[in-house]
């Protein structure tokens, strides 16, 4: 699995009084999910926090949260895949190649 990943939105929030900053974050994700047989699969994943008092607790659910949907997007796709190759092979479309 292979991937890349840029920051969206960072957003500090900063009260008045006592209270400590919130931090806000949007993260994407690239996945590339490759197979054994070179089936590659390319999505992208969303993940966001709002909210949260400490930056690294904000940066850490935002790249996750983008990771698990990137990679459940992949999932997904392998599932399309696998429903469109059995369509093909039904109607006969690998036959002219035999």
Excluded: H, W
């Amino acid at each position: 699995m292979e991937g890349s990943s840029k920051l969206m939105k960072f957003e500090e929030q900063k009260f008045d009084d006592e209270r400590p900053s919130r931090y806000t974050i949007e993260f994407e994700v690239k996945v590339k999910l490759s197979l054994n047989d070179g089936t590659t699969i390319v999505k992208k994943g969303l993940g966001k926090s709002t909210f949260i008092p400490s930056k690294n607790a904000a940066f850490i659910k935002s790249q996750k949260e983008a990771c698990t949907d990137g990679l459940k997007r992949c999932f997904y796709g392998l599932i399309e895949l696998l429903i469109d190759y059995e369509e093909k092979v039904k109607s006969g479309f690998f036959d002219k190649y035999i």
